[in-house]
């Protein structure tokens, strides 16, 4: 028997590699050269804009509704959905760090706060992530139909992909 979530892992599994990376990028600032910073904080910025921040739209579209109603509390996952804004604003933040950039090295306080805002990004995401597929998945895996399940995927799905032709 298939786990109805089952997608939902996967796709955390494939998006882990570059949450990992984040880290690397933030080990790397103040020792690596000034170029290679600036492609890890492009890549970085690249997947969080156009990758991370679609699958946190597709959560709050067709993800948190199913759980709220399963779990019959509208609010059971504000705190999750806060977790989305402050990712949202730490990658608002790496924007224009990585403005500040520039062509040039790094001062001592920019590379401060690179370090910061890519440890912070990979500390949450990751405990985002723990989150939702020990706490919320479970309950859906008993909760949903295989029919439910596909269906919340395809609105996922759907969101995820206007949310990413806004992100370009």
């Given amino acids: 028997m298939a786990i109805p979530t089952q997608p939902l892992r996967d796709e955390h599994q494939e998006l882990l590699p570059h949450i990992h990376a984040l880290r690397t990028a933030a080990d790397g ?61 730490l990658i608002e933040e790496l924007g224009r760090l990585r403005e500040r950039l520039g062509t040039g090295e790094a001062d001592a306080a920019t590379q401060r706060e690179l370090r910061a805002v890519l440890y912070g990004l990979s500390a949450l995401v990751k405990v985002h992530f723990a989150k939702e597929e020990e706490v919320y998945l479970p309950i859906l895996d008993r909760s949903l139909t295989e029919t439910e399940a596909q269906a919340m995927f395809q609105a996922m799905e759907a969101a995820a992909r206007e949310a990413m032709s806004r992100a370009k």
């Fill in 29 to 89: 600032v103040g020792e690596d050269s000034a170029e290679a910073v600036r492609k890890n904080v492009d890549d970085a910025y690249e997947f969080l804009a156009h990758h991370l921040l679609p699958h946190a739209e597709a959560e709050e579209a067709a993800l948190y509704p199913v759980v709220a109603r399963v779990l019959g509390a509208p609010e059971a996952t504000a705190t999750m959905s806060r977790d989305h804004v402050e990712v949202g604003r």
